[in-house]
């Protein structure tokens, strides 16, 4: 058997023209686990969202843009390279919605032989918008283009020793300058979208503690992971347990999302008498528009405008030798033909 690695993340706008970011919007909230509605009603919902977000995130992208490209494409390129030195097997990297495209990947992989492929979703925390999109997406691009190549997937890894130790590792610095508080702000999903993923049907959001009690429901619940990894990296990192909290960012429409939402947190913190605050967003491995835009300037803003004195936010693990290392041991496991953890 042949093997190779794909890496696959969210992905991003070609440039930071309307055009670009309106294609780019369209394939992504046209997605059926995205927006998980009727495709008519999509197809209306996502119109009407087309006629003034491109314009608006093309401007946000701006703020952020590198001179070779896009940040998540970027980073995540250095991140391919920097794991392929470590491993003999073929690392190809694809973004869920635009380019580098999935099939391309998966082309380049059937034409050097590779028939047995390890997928690393580039997402600590399973959840149908993120995760589970892309892994349906490659295992149909699979069965259309190289029908022999065999799938293994990396399963969610938001609490797992070596991604905890990389996040505590790339934050020590912020958190040894000193801080008020803490605040974890993980990527919002609409609570249907917990629902829908549990697969005993009742458990997640029936009771307020949902996430302490056993179920398996857990193996695929967004909130219960990120709770995790919170409590896993805290213990790592010595944070006080008066020092911190979690909140989700970046939702989109009318429907409640999960909470508490970051930019209400980003207002009532300051209330609370936190002047100087840390931002950490362990949902993503890489920083996008969501960390360095919308909790980097944004975020900070409306924290300052709220009567705070200073906001920082972590960079995410991006490059980081540990998070490299946590990679490389994924797929050491994989060519050792070990179960993956």
């Given at each position: 058997m042949n093997k190779g690695v794909l890496l696959v993340n969210l992905g991003s706008p070609d440039s930071t023209s309307v055009g670009d970011v309106r294609r780019y919007l369209n394939e992504f909230l046209m997605d059926g686990r995205v927006i998980d509605t009727?495709?008519?009603?999509?197809r209306f919902i996502v119109g009407m969202i087309l006629i003034n977000r491109p314009?608006?995130?093309?401007?946000?992208?701006?703020?952020?843009?590198?001179?070779?490209?896009?940040?998540?494409?970027?980073?995540?390129k250095?991140?391919?390279?920097?794991?392929?030195?470590?491993?003999?097997?073929?690392?190809?990297?694809?973004?869920?919605?635009?380019?580098?495209?999935?099939?391309?990947?998966?082309?380049?992989?059937?034409?050097?032989?590779?028939?047995?492929?390890?997928?690393?979703?580039?997402f600590p925390h399973y959840a149908m918008s993120s995760y589970e999109t892309a892994v349906e997406r490659v295992k149909e691009v699979v069965a259309k283009l190289?029908?022999?190549?065999?799938?293994?997937?990396?399963?969610?890894?938001?609490?797992?020793?070596?991604?905890?130790?990389?996040?505590?590792?790339?934050?020590?610095?912020?958190?040894?300058?000193?801080?008020?508080?803490?605040?974890?702000?993980?990527?919002?999903?609409?609570?249907?979208?917990?629902?829908?993923?549990?697969?005993?049907?009742?458990?997640?959001?029936?009771?307020?503690?949902?996430?302490?009690?056993?179920?398996?429901?857990?193996?695929?619940?967004?909130?219960?992971?990120?709770?995790?990894?919170?409590?896993?990296?805290?213990?790592?990192?010595?944070?006080?347990?008066?020092?911190?909290?979690i909140s989700f960012q970046s939702r989109l429409g009318r429907d409640p999302w999960l909470k508490p939402y970051t930019d209400f947190e980003l207002v009532e913190l300051?209330?609370?008498?936190?002047?100087?605050?840390?931002?950490?967003?362990?949902?993503?491995?890489?920083?996008?528009?969501?960390?360095?835009?919308?909790?980097?300037i944004r975020g900070r803003r409306i924290f300052l405008e709220a009567g705070g004195k200073e906001c920082a936010q972590i960079p995410c693990l991006n490059e980081h030798p540990l998070w490299i290392a946590a990679l490389e041991k994924m797929v050491r496991r994989f060519l050792k033909n070990q179960p993956p953890s």
């Open positions: 009727p495709w008519l009603l999509r314009k608006q995130a093309a401007e946000a992208y701006k703020k952020i843009w590198l001179p070779e490209g896009s940040p998540l494409i970027v980073t995540s250095r991140v391919q390279t920097e794991l392929q030195k470590c491993v003999t097997a073929p690392v190809e990297l694809a973004m869920r919605y635009q380019n580098p495209s999935i099939p391309d990947a998966i082309r380049k992989l059937r034409d050097r032989g590779v028939d047995e492929l390890f997928l690393i979703p580039l190289a029908p022999q190549m065999r799938v293994e997937v990396q399963p969610p890894y938001g609490g797992a020793p070596d991604y905890i130790a990389a996040l505590a590792a790339s934050a020590a610095n912020h958190l040894e300058a000193g801080y008020d508080h803490l605040l974890f702000s993980f990527h919002g999903i609409p609570e249907r979208h917990l629902r829908k993923s549990d697969p005993t049907g009742g458990h997640c959001l029936t009771v307020s503690n949902c996430c302490e009690t056993g179920s398996l429901a857990h193996a695929t619940c967004y909130r219960a992971q990120c709770f995790k990894t919170v409590a896993a990296f805290v213990a790592k990192a010595g944070v006080p347990v008066n020092r911190y909290s300051p209330r609370r008498g936190v002047k100087k605050l840390l931002v950490i967003c362990p949902a993503f491995v890489s920083d996008c528009l969501e960390t360095l835009e919308e909790i980097g």
